[in-house]
């Protein structure tokens, strides 16, 4: 294996020239990710791109296997494979980059990228957990496009941070390839450390303070290979699946996106709408740098990484999914990520159980809320849905008191006018960050998309809480598009393309 490491040293180099050419192109043709205030808060306009030095060190070391290494047809044909539906994938990702294409037209292009993949003959027919076959059949070939289009929007999702996609798929592409090393798939372990390479050598110029990002090319494709490693470097035979070291390699990617899912799904927004509430952004919102945040999630992607490749060696397939269940429980309960999630889960299961279930001020007081404004918040959503509807964006400022909010936004958007009123706390100082916030989504009487969002200074908001506040956002924005016209005046009416409405220069009626 010692040309497998010379191999991926070269692809390290030719990583570090292919980015510094790649990052020169994007700044001279204005391929860039400018900063918005909202989500994208880097400090000046950041070259993208990145992917397409990663995908052209990897292919380039790939081809030197090929030549060099004595893998010939196993390994020909899967990286021919990959090297297809990876190039789709960037080329779909190097557009978004560009032009910011539609989340569905880009979820279809992502199925269809796949596509090369399945048609060759790569997927699963059964899958083992715990020594326990199940045949999938014909179920196997959307089962795997699934898959690997859910690790493709897993990576995806998660790269909102300086230097986190590619440590995250650095750390999944060493496992996977030791992990296909014990279990002789070496034209897996190929591929594997060919990526880990041209990741490594992508990295150095990604770290905090980054020079250049990903961008959709990059992270699309880390997804797509950390997918495609993960189902066929742990084939125990012809088209068989070990299902558990897959799954627990990407536990923390996968935790992310399920996440998003449970947040937007339950506050009544759109699937696809993005925001600013993914694992990084909540330990960014703390305080915490982005050092500190980097460590901590490579960390815990090298622990679960690690737990995969001792359950697979050592064939205890428990041990890795005791791991993945620990990491994820330790993090509900410390509050890291995932608490609030959980919180709505759990209301939204009790509300099914209990049809007549209401949160009352009675509970409020007993979880020691520290503020009588709190529970009386908390029992106004008892008493009706027009108890919780402000009369006005004052009368809704004076609620939100109750939570120490330091700023709320409505957002209405009619096609191409967009209609906006913001509050930011004045008392706040300069630049000050939330440490969470909530948006909740719906469409308006004539189709227009409204979305009313918060956000407080204070570390953590408790499950009732969060409950009282997320009933009350949910009546208001329902109260507010109704009621667009009072609230903006008539300025849409005349055609504007934005009317925005600022308050930060006042402070709530009290």
Known sequence: MRWLALISLGVFAVSLILTAMVRALARRW??????????????????????????????????????????????????TAWAIAAGCVCLVGGVDDRFDLPPRLKLALQTLSVAPIVLLGYHV????????????????????????????????????????????????????????????????????????????????????????????????????????????????TSATLAITAPVVVMTLPM???????????????????????????????????????????????????????????????????????TLIVLMIRLRLFGHEEFALVKEAVVRALKPGFRHEASEAASAGLEKAEIATSAASTTSGREANVPLSWDGFLHRLQAWDICQAEF????????????????????????????????????????????????????????????SMLKDSAAHFAACTDELFGPAVAHGDRETEHDTNSRRKAA
């Open 30 to 79: 204005g391929i860039v990710d400018r900063p918005d205030g909202q989500r994208k808060l880097h400090g000046r306009p950041m070259p993208l791109w990145g992917g397409m030095a990663v995908y052209g060190a990897t292919v380039l070391g790939l081809l030197a296997v090929y030549l060099v290494g004595g893998i010939h047809e196993k390994f020909a044909e899967l990286s």
């Open 125 to 236: 027919d059964r899958v083992v957990a715990f020594g326990c076959p199940i045949e999938l059949g014909l179920l196997g070939i959307p089962l795997t496009v699934l898959w690997l289009v859910g690790c493709i929007n897993a990576l995806n999702l998660i790269d909102g941070m300086d230097g986190l996609a590619s440590l995250i798929g650095l750390s999944a592409a060493g496992m996977l390839g030791i992990i296909a090393s014990s279990q002789g798939n070496l034209h897996v372990a190929a591929i594997a450390f060919v990526l880990a390479g041209a990741l490594a050598g992508f990295l150095l110029y990604n770290l905090p303070p980054a020079s250049i990002f990903l961008g959709d090319s990059g992270s699309m494709v880390i997804g797509l290979t950390i997918g495609l490693l993960g189902i066929q470097g742990t084939l125990k």
């Open 255 to 325: 935790f992310d996106i399920v996440a998003a899912v449970v947040r937007r799904g339950l506050t009544g927004r759109r699937l696809d709408a993005p925001d600013r509430l993914h694992i990084h952004h909540r330990l960014l919102d703390r305080g915490w740098t982005p050092w500190q945040v980097l460590c901590l999630l490579g960390a815990l992607c090298l622990t679960t990484g690690a737990a995969a490749t001792a359950a697979t060696i050592f064939r205890r397939d428990a041990l890795a999914w005791i791991a993945a269940m």
């Open 411 to 470: 957002d209405a958007s009619f096609g191409e006018n967009r209609r906006r009123i913001r509050w930011i706390d004045p008392k706040s100082p300069p630049g000050q960050r939330c440490r969470w916030s909530l948006w909740v989504s719906l469409p308006g009487p004539g189709g227009e998309l409204c979305e009313l969002r918060a956000g407080g200074s204070r570390p953590v908001v408790r499950r009732d809480e969060l409950t009282a506040l997320t």
